[in-house]
């Protein structure tokens, strides 16, 4: 059998080929140094991060690849142009990605990026080889909250009844209420860090690794990744317990001391090692070594020439560099720069009156916590109280751009306080001679029953959660933020406690937005006209059609 023999490159070729290579990798740094320090902030610098385990993920995809070695030296390397597709998809996810601020699009760009580029410029068998610790890097791109919060809350409830349970095997007596638990003499909080969220990411991106090299049976290595969120809910639910039992024995200055924190690790490490146990059942082994190419002795590879991991021909990394150079031009020129116009105070709240026939309002203090977490540009709080005793709280969230950032919808934050959710309803409401499609909520809890109506408002429409046309705003303000169009995004909130039948609780609740609708549709429409104003003197951007008006659009309800 004859060996296969590779040409060498001459120095003319070889000076080429690093030269592109150079080029190339410049281009995909210039490309990414913004995403890189967004992602960076919210893996590293955000309070509470889901991503903290980000960091280690470039090394193990690193390890990954190194066990392949025996295999790339002995694979065949040719240019494959199919690779460029795999490039320009992730320039077409680069745009929007950048455009709209959306780290996920952005993350998932540079990863078909690096795939487009290891098969262009070496090939289908290398790909191959490649392809695990390239996808392997997922795991430490962000993801949006709106995503993630959802699952993090589902976390909690399932963790704090766990808790529940495990003080009771202690001998304890506490009641899981929501995301609270209840001693008889205090309430202990369980806050969204401890959802157990930033573990469960953690895990299931070290042990998808430990599943890719293991040796057994597929479903088997499968199922240490299926077991991972029940272990983890127990091994949480003890975490939280102990914790709740330090506070009520010794206060909760030492329960929320040096032993919260480290709990969080020993969380990890529980469940970690619990996983490993049953891998272990389940007989899938782990061999940490290298993976020798089948039918060959990895002993005898021979030490691979830089020059083989050189272009093979220069096509192929042009048209590469072709792809990153309109990624890089479109960053530079495209995009519009909107610094100075999020987080300004647009919208005055102050012209929504307190009295208003047979009402009056008070302003409500939000948590500096809460109001973090709202990631609004402009708040209205109140409660107002009618002549017989009604209470209505009101709660307006105005931002002046789409966000990728979730409305605290009531649909989350209720159950979280212990409410049960009934049957949701969608109704048209008559408020200030407009009909608002809006979303009315059932929650009860003990023997208190509570009404929650709330909308959602796009520019100058309006939408009920949920629906269709909520959907296609949604949509809309995201295609927005990438053509330069603004379009305002709104959450209004109505609840209150059932005095009398839950008809004459809702009907109190449409006699205040009737009376308050008028002036709050004039300090948002005025809020949407000074923001756009604002934005084209601060920023010089202006798109046709930008202006946000009051015109109000329906949509039938059945």
Known sequence: MSARVESQPSLRETLISYG???????????????WAQQAWYAIWEVE????????????????????????????PMRADWRGLLIAFIGLLLFIPGTFADMLT????SLIAILVGAVWALYGPSVIRICAFPILYLLFMMPISTALLEPVAFSLRLL????????????????IAEGTSIIFSTMRVEVPNACSGMQSLMALVAALSAFVYIGRGSLWRRLLLLAVIPPVLVVSNGLRIALI?????????????GPLHGTSSALVFLLTFLAILGFAHMLAVEIDLGSEATRGSNPSRARPQSISRWLPRTSFPSLGLIAVLLMGNWAKLTLRPQEAGVEGLPLVDFSQVPLQVDGWTGRDVE????????IFANSLLSRAYTSGNGQEVTLLVEYRSNASRKMFHTPDLCMPAAGWRMDVPERKLAAVGQMLVPVLVIPFEKDESNWIETYWY???????APGSSLATRMQL??????????????????????VVGSVQETYSAQLDLLDKLMPAIEKALADGDERGRRRSEQDVGWHHPGSENGAELTLEVVE
């Open 20 to 34: 592109l290579l150079i080029v190339t990798a410049a281009c995909v740094v210039a490309m990414y140094t913004r």
């Open 48 to 75: 509470d991060s889901y991503y903290s385990h980000s960091l280690l993920i470039p090394f193990i995809a690193g390890y990954l690849l190194w066990r392949k070695r025996d295999e790339l030296a002995q694979a």
């Open 105 to 108: 699009f952005s993350g998932l």
């Open 159 to 174: 963790s704090t009844k766990m808790a529940s349970g495990w003080l009771a095997l202690f001998g304890q007596h506490g």
């Open 244 to 256: 709740a039992m330090i506070a009520r024995l010794f206060g909760m200055d030492v329960a929320e």
């Open 366 to 373: 939000v948590d500096p916590e809460n109001r973090r977490k």
């Open 457 to 463: 408002r796009y520019g100058g429409v309006y939408a």
């Open 476 to 497: 809309a303000g995201h295609l927005g933020r990438i053509i330069g169009r603004r379009q305002t995004q709104t959450l209004f909130r109505v609840g209150s406690l």
